[in-house]
């Protein structure tokens, strides 16, 4: 990931890089993503979303 410096589009603050835990489909994983210190919002790249849901799509349905 490039060292872009994101702003939360509400509070106005610089976004700082935390783990994050998703959960989704009941499958849980983690993702460095730049998140608000403020209200805790966390912004996805549309393209890490996109290749996600599709890592875990793939995965289900090899089971
Ligand atoms: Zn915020």
Same mark, same amino acid.
């Given at each position: ?7 939360? +589009? ?24 730049? +998140?608000?210190?403020?209200?805790? +919002?966390?912004?996805?790249? +549309? ?17």
């Amino acid at each position: 990931m490039e060292n872009e410096i994101w702003k939360c +589009r509400k509070c106005g603050m610089e976004l700082t890089e935390q783990n994050v835990v998703f959960d989704y489909l009941s499958l849980n994983f983690s993702e460095k993503l730049p +998140r608000c210190p403020k209200c805790g +919002r966390v912004f996805i790249p +549309r393209e890490l979303a996109n290749g996600k849901m599709v890592e875990v799509e793939a995965q289900l349905e090899e089971k």
